[in-house]
């Protein structure tokens, strides 16, 4: 963005408020900046700061709403960045109001501009912020196989997949090996940062496609060929990248 263009500038002034705690200061000059807007770019970049200082999820809807539509109608490479953002905030607009179909739509879209984030932690962040949604409304698939639960028929526990045998509620089971996660919490327990280094992204970050699925299990088999692990967990890690790649591979006749 042209630090020198006052729609930008506004809006930089109004970030520097939040970071101070003046919520009211940051929403007058977000105001001001879709105020002095002169076109659907400058109009675009407005409308993302004032959707995030209203009072409504309503309200908060239709400002990411209109600002998905000015991005729409720039259409060139300055908002190509903007995209998996603005389906990002959209679904997250969408789940407040409890419209996980919609949310649904948004999380998949986002997941389909992603390529276009900037690299690094920004992109980084979009993406793990993606995959979370995904699975929150059963919009992608885990690594093992089935998906999100969404609940339905009462089933009271996790009925909507084969993945962890029930042992997490509806609301909690991903679709993914409950000895994954449990592998994944024991390593934080003892703060094992260098082997949460190498798995967290790929866990945290899958969207259910056949490049996720081979990123975890290449993450998972290099933890496993490091022998960095207590037993147990060694142990445990080898049948989960067993169980990993059975589902990858074709079933034989």
């Known amino acids: 963005m042209d630090p020198d263009n006052p729609v930008v500038r506004l809006c930089v002034q109004g ?22 807007a002169a076109d659907d770019y400058e109009a675009c970049v407005a409308a993302h700061y004032v959707a995030r200082h209203q009072s409504t999820a309503r309200a908060t809807l239709n400002w990411n709403a209109e600002c998905l539509r000015r991005a729409e109608l720039v259409a060139d490479e300055r908002v190509r960045g903007f995209f998996p953002s603005l389906h990002l905030n959209m679904a997250r607009a969408h789940q407040e109001l409890g419209d996980r179909e919609s949310a649904r739509e948004h999380f998949r879209l986002a997941a389909r501009h992603l390529a276009d984030a900037p690299p ?22 885990g690594a093992y196989g089935g998906g999100a639960c969404d609940g339905h028929d009462g089933c009271g526990g996790c009925g909507g997949c084969d993945a962890c045998d029930g042992r997490y509620g509806r609301d ?7 000895r994954l996660r449990a592998l994944v919490v024991a390593l934080c327990d003892r703060a094992d940062l260098v082997s949460l280094a190498l798995v967290l992204p790929a866990f945290v ?3 259910g496609t056949d490049d996720d699925r081979l990123r975890l299990l290449t993450a998972l088999g290099m933890l496993h060929a ?11 890690l080898g ?5 990993l790649r059975a589902r990858e591979e074709p079933a034989t006749v």
Do not use: H
Request: hydrophobic letters at 35%.
């Open 172 to 178: 909690e089971c991903d679709g993914r090996d409950a």
């Open 205 to 207: 970050g899958d969207l």
């Open 239 to 243: 049948e989960i990248i067993a169980s």
């Open 120 to 141: 690094g932690p920004y992109g980084d962040w979009g993406r793990y912020a993606v995959a979370e949604g995904l699975r929150a409304t059963g919009g992608v698939k």
């Open 226 to 236: 490091g022998r960095r692990l207590p037993a147990a967990e060694q142990a445990s």
């Open 15 to 36: 970030m520097e408020a939040e970071t101070r705690g003046a919520d009211a200061d940051a929403r007058r000059l977000f105001v001001r900046a879709w105020e002095t």
